[in-house]
Structure formats: C-alpha cells, structure tokens
C-alpha cells in the first residue's frame, strides 16, 4: 500500500508545474492583453459585456524570440461591473525552456476580476508532453500526461487546484481515476476524495 501511495504522488508530481506557477504568469499576461476603455456608469451597474474580441489570440514571446505562452479562444468578453474575463473554447499552450510542454483545453473558462481564480468547465483536458533532452527531470514520469475532467478551479496565486468532479490522470502505463480532487502547490500534498481507483501496468526493464 505503502509503495502504491509513493507511486502516485510520484506519478502527479507534475500538477503543480502544469497549473499554478505558469497560470500565475498567465493571469499577469492577460491583464496586459485585455485593455479595457473606461466604461460609462451604467455599463458598471450590469453584468453585460463592454469589450469582446472574436478569434482571440495572444502569444508571449521569450528573449530569444521563440513562443512561450499562447492563448486563444473563440470568443471573449469582459465584463465592466466585476472586471471578469470570460472565454469560449480556450487553448493555453506553455512552452519553457527546458520543460515540457503544456497544453490545456476547455469548453468555457472564466477569469475572477482580480485574477485570482480560474474557473475550467466542459471537457476539460490538460496535456504534459513526454520531456525529452534537457527538459528530463528525475522523479518525473517520462511519458505524456494528461488529465481529464469537467469542472476545474485554479487559485494560481496561492498554488491551489481542486475539483468536486470526477477526475481521471492518464499515461500510457497508468490510470488513476477519483471523484473530487484537491492539491495544494506549497504543501505538494495531493488528496483524492473519493472512489479511488488505479491501475498501473507492470515496468518490464531491458534486457541487457
């Protein structure tokens, strides 16, 4: 049981990477996309949109001119009342250096006015692609990730992820499934609610 337990907390070690420091960085970023004219007194009295943007894209280029963040979205809007940023069928791609790269997926996500959540709704998928070269790290799997839901809340500010939905973390050698799911990025303590189920394929070493 014991050696099961390490495996997993092994095996999700990569969450924290995937959503809390990069989205940090990513809220900051689409502060600076999103630049909203000042909005009449009545558009600050209702929730309707004063700004929206079809086909949004933004990239985030690093010193050496090579992409590090992209997001797009089919549809944006943000509201004047509570400063919230709303997107339909957003893609986030994170591409640092030395690190592999992550994508995430959703049917519709939300932004709080003061950027501190992030709130994942749909088919929600976040990929981690297998590292390769100098983005190998010991400890982490070396095969892609990827992690299925419905609803996801992200706290990037305070390294915080949780979900009351079911949850599934997926490689090509191992599944684990719960209902409910919550990590803490400071602490790198992951608890699964509920329902817990796993299966890991045996690891065949070569021959030599």
């Known amino acids: 049981m014991t050696a099961m337990r390490d495996r997993i907390y092994r095996w999700v070690s990569w969450l924290p ?13 689409l502060d600076a996309q999103v630049k909203v004219p000042s909005a009449g007194s009545d558009a600050l009295t209702r929730h309707t949109p004063d700004l929206f943007i079809n086909r949004f894209h933004a990239t985030l280029f690093n010193a050496d001119g090579a992409p590090q963040q992209q997001l797009t979205a089919v549809y944006a809007e943000h509201f004047a009342d ?8 957003p893609q986030i791609t994170l591409q640092n250096p030395n690190q592999p790269r992550f994508t995430m997926v959703a049917d519709r996500a939300q932004f709080s006015g003061d ?6 709704h749909g ?28 609803y996801l809340h992200v706290r990037p500010h305070d ?18 499934e719960s209902v409910g799911m919550e990590l803490d990025g400071n602490t790198h303590i992951i ?8 299966t890991f394929l045996p690891q065949i070493k070569p021959r030599h």
């Open 17 to 29: 990477l995937l959503f809390l420091a990069a989205l940090a960085a990513l809220t900051y970023w």
């Open 82 to 89: 509570d400063n919230s940023v709303t997107l339909e069928k």
């Open 115 to 120: 950027r501190r959540d992030l709130y994942l």
């Open 123 to 150: 088919t929600v998928t976040a990929v981690r692609d297998a590292p390769t070269g100098d983005a190998k790290q010991e400890g982490l799997p070396g095969e892609p990730l990827t992690l299925h839901t419905e």
């Open 159 to 176: 390294n915080f992820v949780n979900t009351d939905k079911k949850v599934s973390l997926e490689s090509p050698s191992s599944r684990i």
């Open 191 to 198: 608890k699964l609610y509920s329902d817990v189920q796993g």
